[in-house]
């Protein structure tokens, strides 16, 4: 670039496909699914919150930078199983950009949103990172939610986001 010249870099909302659902109701395994197979010959890449918010808590490694006092924030929440305060969104939404930064993803992918946002000021929030073009709902009995959340082995069910 010359001396002078003014880079532009446009930035552009992430197009996504939103899961809900109740725990136990197999948002992961769709998630998972999706990103193996695609969704309509379109490359699909799974933003599971939950399992991110868990690899911070037990010191792995992920995309996000984040502070000792975000990470204790983090390990809180879950914890609790208590979602992140407005006032802490900001963390959800760090994490989400930088998944999609590390995951390249294209124009023509999908993202498919697991966990985040679970709530309509969250959705707001993350308003101006996605743009979310299609909402799967899945239901299931409570029965069949109590045998999922016993039998679950992966900590999918293990705490809120």
Same mark, same amino acid.
């Given at each position: 670039?010359?001396?002078?010249?003014?880079?532009?870099?446009?930035?552009?909302?992430?197009?996504?496909?939103?899961?809900?659902?109740?725990?136990?109701?197999?948002?992961?395994?769709?998630?998972?699914?999706?990103?193996?197979?695609?969704? /309509?010959?379109?490359?699909?890449?799974?933003?599971?919150?939950?399992?991110?918010?868990?690899?911070?808590?037990?010191?792995?490694?992920?995309? +996000?930078?984040?502070?000792?006092?975000?990470?204790?924030?983090?390990?809180? =929440?879950?914890?609790?199983?208590?979602?992140?305060?407005?006032?802490?969104?900001?963390?959800?939404?760090?994490?989400?950009? =930088?998944?999609? &930064?590390?995951? /390249?993803? +294209?124009?023509?992918?999908?993202?498919?949103?697991?966990?985040?946002?679970?709530?309509?000021?969250?959705?707001?929030?993350?308003?101006?990172?996605? +743009?979310? =073009?299609?909402?799967?709902?899945?239901?299931?009995?409570?029965?069949?939610?109590?045998?999922?959340?016993?039998?679950?082995?992966?900590? &999918?069910?293990?705490?809120?986001?």
């Amino acid at each position: 670039m010359s001396r002078g010249a003014v880079r532009l870099v446009v930035m552009t909302r992430i197009p996504a496909i939103l899961l809900v659902g109740p725990t136990g109701s197999g948002k992961t395994p769709l998630g998972d699914c999706l990103e193996l197979r695609g969704l /309509w010959g379109r490359r699909c890449v799974h933003f599971d919150f939950g399992a991110q918010l868990r690899a911070i808590a037990d010191g792995r490694p992920i995309a +996000a930078e984040l502070t000792q006092a975000q990470i204790a924030i983090v390990v809180r =929440s879950l914890g609790t199983g208590a979602l992140l305060d407005n006032e802490h969104f900001p963390i959800a939404a760090g994490i989400l950009r =930088s998944f999609a &930064d590390q995951r /390249w993803i +294209a124009a023509d992918d999908r993202m498919v949103l697991n966990g985040l946002p679970r709530h309509i000021g969250q959705a707001r929030d993350v308003d101006h990172i996605v +743009a979310v =073009s299609a909402v799967v709902s899945l239901e299931c009995s409570a029965d069949v939610v109590c045998d999922r959340i016993r039998l679950d082995s992966g900590g &999918d069910a293990r705490g809120g986001a």
